[in-house]
């Protein structure tokens, strides 16, 4: 392994001399091999690279989530939501004629009809219960492309709690629709205008803030990403995808077991959730298809584990893209859903022992499997999601193979994009 390099700007942020290392020593009963293990580890990833003035938020978070979300109570709640106001279970979609196109069985896990067109509702749904359990009454996010920001707007709206999200200037410039919508919903955006003034320096606020104010407030991360707990977090959140998955397999092909799993990945939520009650199930092919871009030789790409390295980002260790200083790289893809420099610690290790698969797929490519399964199977795809179905013609299948797509999100949002390119 390469010599660790810190991100220097995270490190400038917070004004610390020096990083500290995991800062937890307490046990969880988890001791699975590909499941994090006691000190916040997944392997060699992870962990909670903090400040010391985070810790506090972090270790209550720490101590107290499995307590929670374990308990009878939180889960009966959680179930109900998912069920009456997501529209859970989503449904397991045999797609005969895109299966007949590549001659092979393709089942559409669709994600995309959930409430706000998303799986993020998932994890946003999961972490205001949270929120309310631990009495924290004001809720800050990051985001992107905006629609983790629109999905916790979302359920601030639904519990009434006050919503702050940082989103880089940039992105509120190129963002509008979800922009409104989150003020609609009654979230504060506020443009982050350090930086490259995208994701990346959204969070570094939203962390900044919390930092700021402990006491009252929760922060709802997006993805698979940041310290020490959040990984595993979001990721038991989003692992109804796979409980599903398995009920649902079952009853249609007669074995909860498919042949392979494909799921797109940015920070990694979408596809942890689809991957999470198949990773002892090593006879289960796992598949990450991360966001190429122009091409990962071109330098306009966001697959991370096709070009990064080990670093810090986000108070986690993980593969991340960087310079020869430990300067982060500006990712690119069309889809602004997976342009994240980081992949979650999960994903890192899978990769590293090999448990999961990851290609990348073009902006080109994906925008072909957007047109494909939308006329033949009627359902416009997220960009996001695309990246998974274009690995479809990359990978060798045979007739009888039991292939899952993960369909993350609709393509409602990138119509505009859908539009300019395909000439409608
Ligand atoms: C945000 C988003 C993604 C990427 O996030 P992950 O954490 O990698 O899942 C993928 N698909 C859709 C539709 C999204 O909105």
């Known amino acids: 392994m390469r010599k660790l390099k810190i991100n220097k700007e995270e490190y400038q942020i917070f004004g610390i001399k020096k ?124 985001t992107g492309a905006g629609q983790h920001g629109v999905a916790t707007a979302t359920v601030c709206a639904l519990k009434g709690l006050e919503c702050i999200v940082y989103m880089g200037a940039l992105d509120v410039s190129r963002q509008e629709p979800n922009v409104k919508k989150m003020k609609m919903l009654g979230a504060m955006v506020v443009p982050v205008h350090s930086g490259n003034k995208t994701l990346k320096d959204a969070t570094n606020e939203a962390m900044r803030d919390w930092i700021n104010n402990p006491e009252d407030t929760h922060y709802i991360i997006g993805s698979v990403v940041g310290p020490h707990p959040y990984p595993d977090m979001v990721a038991r959140f989003q692992s109804v995808i796979s409980t599903e998955m398995k009920i649902q397999l079952k009853e249609q092909t007669g074995s909860e077991f498919p042949t392979r799993i494909l799921a797109c990945v940015g920070g990694g939520s979408n596809a942890a959730g689809a991957f999470y009650h198949f990773l002892d199930d090593e006879q289960v092919e796992l598949i990450g298809v991360e966001a190429a871009g122009k091409g990962i030789e071109t330098g306009e790409t966001a697959a991370t584990l096709a070009v990064g390295t080990p670093g810090v980002l986000h108070a986690s260790k993980t593969m991340l893209m960087q310079n020869a200083d430990g300067q982060i790289t500006e990712p690119y893809s069309i889809s602004a859903g997976l342009d994240y420099p980081g992949i979650g610690p999960l994903h890192a290790h899978l990769h590293k022992t090999g ?70």
């Open 19 to 142: 990083l500290p290392s995991s800062v937890f020593s307490l046990p969880t009963f988890l001791n699975m091999k590909y499941q994090v293990n006691e000190k916040g580890y997944y392997g060699e990833f992870g962990g909670a690279w903090i400040p010391e003035m985070m810790y506090t938020n972090i270790d209550e978070l720490k101590c107290r989530y499995l307590e929670i979300i374990e308990s009878e109570e939180f889960k009966k709640e959680f179930d109900l939501l998912l069920r009456d106001y997501v529209g859970r279970p989503s449904p397991l979609y045999f797609a005969g004629r895109l299966s007949e196109h590549y001659g092979t069985n393709i089942y559409l896990k669709r994600e995309d009809l959930n409430h706000t067109g998303s799986h993020k509702l998932n994890n946003t749904i999961g972490q205001i219960l949270l929120a309310q359990k631990l009495g924290k009454t004001r809720i800050i996010a990051e």
């Open 355 to 424: 448990r999961a698969k990851f290609l990348s797929a073009t902006d080109e490519v994906v925008l072909q499997s957007v047109l494909l399964l939308t006329q033949k199977e009627g359902i416009i795809p997220a960009l996001e999601s695309a990246h998974a179905l274009a690995a479809l013609e990359k990978i060798a299948m045979k007739p009888e193979d039991v292939n899952v797509i993960n369909l993350s999100g609709s393509g409602s949002k990138d119509m505009e994009t859908y539009l300019d390119y395909f000439g409608y």
